[in-house]
T-cell receptor, first 115, second 113 residues
Framework: EAEVAQSPRYKITEKSQAVAFWCDPI?????LYWYRQILGQGPELLVQ????????DSQLPKDRFSAERLKGVDSTLKIQPAELGDSAMYLC?????????????FGQGTRLTVV | AQSVTQPDIHITVSEGASLELRCNYS??????LFWYVQSPGQGLQLLLK??????LVQGIKGFEAEFKRSQSSFNLRKPSVHWSDAAEYFC???????????FGTGTRLQVFP
């Protein structure tokens, strides 16, 4: 069964360091999402890609966060510098076309702890 | 703006008892509605979805949900809960034509034997 792959599963980093997460969506899915889930809350969209283009990054803290999907397949989310408040679960999801009426499939997530 | 409210933060039920988790949404048009389940430290698994048509939708693991437009609700139900159902449950609405999901804050389900 096709799955969304994420790595690493867990990451501990010190404040002010750089950290990166990787996501490989289900093959053929044009739309890729990065969500952030703070403990005790629901996920919140950080950035959405349609192929290699950003569709929505309105909630992405652009002073420290960046995301890319260069070839329209896998994607990397980077934080530099990391802050204590960035501790959260980072979830990647993909869907076939992202044009309404399709479901998103989620990866296992990356649990980030900033110390 | 779109929003989802899950009024129950934590629910405890006995194994074998029935379950209803509440979800209310705010959305201007006909919504796409979802219920996801999350086990500790894991990603989200889709339980069921409503796009259109029959307002009572069946999902995996014996779950069902009913869309009630007049009440702006999409409550999740299960007639008999199993211990393995203990998890966090999230209701979500699909926003517009991008499939961006707006999530509620979740309901933690605890099941006693």
């Amino acid at each position: 069964e096709a799955e969304v792959a994420q790595s690493p599963r867990y990451k501990i980093t010190e404040k002010s360091q750089a950290v990166a997460f990787w996501c490989d969506p289900i093959s053929g899915h044009a739309t890729l999402y990065w969500y952030r889930q703070i403990l005790g809350q629901g996920p919140e969209l950080l950035v959405q890609f349609q192929d290699e283009s950003v569709v929505d990054d309105s909630q992405l803290p652009k002073d420290r966060f960046s995301a890319e999907r260069l070839k329209g397949v896998d994607s990397t989310l980077k934080i530099q510098p990391a802050e204590l408040g960035d501790s959260a679960m980072y979830l990647c999801a993909s869907s076939p076309r992202g044009q309404g009426g399709t479901e998103a499939f989620f990866g296992q997530g990356t649990r980030l702890t900033v110390v | 703006a779109q929003s989802v409210t899950q009024p129950d933060i934590h629910i405890t039920v006995s194994e074998g008892a029935s379950l209803e988790l509440r979800c209310n949404y705010s959305y201007g048009a006909t919504p796409y509605l979802f219920w996801y389940v999350q086990s500790p430290g894991q990603g989200l698994q889709l339980l069921l979805k409503y796009f259109s048509g029959d307002t009572l939708v069946q999902g995996i693991k014996g779950f069902e949900a009913e869309f009630k437009r007049s009440q702006s609700s999409f409550n999740l139900r299960k007639p008999s809960v199993h211990w393995s159902d203990a998890a966090e449950y999230f209701c979500a609405v699909g926003a517009g034509n991008t499939d961006k999901l707006i999530f509620g804050t979740g309901t933690r389900l605890q099941v006693f034997p």
